[in-house]
């Protein structure tokens, strides 16, 4: 299967954390938690938006920064839902706690 570069988790990380504004620090720990993420299997039959949506809210929360959820949903284009049954997976993943 081909995959489009554009549909990767560090692709959509970049694009959402710029439509909702947030900082580099988000958008490295968002990278950090969507690969380790990736390499222990929590992406599998899951859509790479929604593992972006959630790794960007995780790490929000994690650098301290009041991302709202509707905010990445909307500019992910995913429920709420999604992200919140992604972000703690994500974390879970990483090995680390939610804050």
């Not at 720990?29 to 959630?54: C, M, Q, T, W, Y």
């Not at 949903?73 to 429920?79: C, E, F, I, L, Y």
Request: proline share 4%.
């Amino acid at each position: 299967r081909i995959v489009n570069r554009s549909d990767r988790p560090p692709v959509l990380i970049e694009r959402n954390a710029s439509d909702v504004e947030g900082t580099d620090a988000t958008e490295r720990e968002a990278r950090r938690l969507a690969g380790a993420a990736v390499e222990n299997g929590v992406h599998s039959g899951k859509h790479p938006v929604g593992i972006a949506a959630g790794a960007l809210y995780a790490a929000a929360k994690r650098c301290g920064e009041s991302l709202r959820q509707a905010d990445i949903a909307r500019s992910a284009d995913v429920s709420e839902m999604t992200i919140r049954n992604r972000y703690p997976e994500i974390l879970s993943a990483a090995g680390t706690e939610d804050m």
